[in-house]
């Protein structure tokens, strides 16, 4: 099974700063790899798929990079309604799997 | 509009059954593989099940091979989840999910979840 790993488990921001989340796997998952975004009580939402690409809808603050093991999500300036927690998740090889998330709390 | 509601959850006691739906609209179903997915009190996301459009291909977590079964009925636009010798740790949010690109892809819509509680 390929455990994905997200760092920090909490960061703390204040709005209009960059937010920089990492993800990474313990063994290659090309560029398989997407991010989704959840708020307390709702459904996750997928913001980014490829490694790269934004899905529908999202705006241009959010972008991902990375390829093979490790991956980023950046969200270069946060608003108010961007604190959530978002997961990593690679769909590159059975079980599919998710990270534990990464916390971004308003500092 | 995509739409995904499920249904079904309730408290069941330990080493019970539960049957959870999701009742899909808005796209052509039976083109797109579905999943379950899970997520317990305060915790991530965990992948659980998955079938493919035509039902050829399904898969399962360890954590729930054996005693969950996956299927669907593409004449009526529904995913099923049949849950037998429930567990406490299986206390969760239950979603389903349309996977973007009719067998593969990420999750691009999901459920709003259904909450099942199995106590001990």
């Known amino acids: 099974e390929i455990v994905m790993t997200q760092s920090p488990a909490t960061l703390s921001v204040s709005p209009g700063e960059r937010a920089t989340l990492s993800c990474r796997a313990t063994?290659?998952?090309?560029?398989?790899l997407a991010w989704y975004q959840q708020k307390p009580g709702q459904a996750p939402r997928l913001l980014i798929y490829?490694?790269?690409t934004r899905a529908t809808g999202i705006p241009a603050r959010f972008s991902g990079s990375g390829s093979g093991t490790e991956f980023t999500l950046t969200i270069s300036s946060l608003q108010s309604e961007d604190f959530a927690v978002y997961y990593c998740?690679?769909?590159?090889?059975?079980?599919?799997?998710f990270g534990g998330g990464t916390k971004v709390e308003i500092k | 509009e995509v739409q995904l509601v499920e249904s079904g959850g309730d408290l069941v006691q330990a080493g019970g059954s539960l049957s959870l739906s999701c009742a899909a609209s808005?796209?052509?179903?039976?083109?797109?593989?579905m999943t379950w997915v899970r997520q317990a009190p305060g915790k991530g996301l965990e992948w659980i099940s998955y079938?493919?459009?035509?039902?050829?291909?399904?898969y399962y977590a360890d954590s729930v091979k054996g005693r969950f079964t996956i299927s669907r009925d593409n004449a009526k636009n529904s995913l099923y989840l049949q849950m037998n010798s429930l567990r406490a740790d299986d206390t969760a949010v239950y979603y389903c999910?349309?996977?973007?690109w009719g067998e593969g892809g990420p999750f691009d819509f999901w459920g709003q979840g259904t909450l099942v509680t199995v106590s001990s």
């Open positions: 998740q690679q769909d590159n090889k059975w079980p599919l799997t």
């Open positions: 808005g796209f052509t179903f039976n083109a797109y593989s």
């Open positions: 079938i493919s459009s035509v039902s050829t291909t399904i």
């Open positions: 490829g490694a790269s």
């Open positions: 063994q290659s998952v090309s560029t398989n």
């Open positions: 999910a349309k996977r973007a």
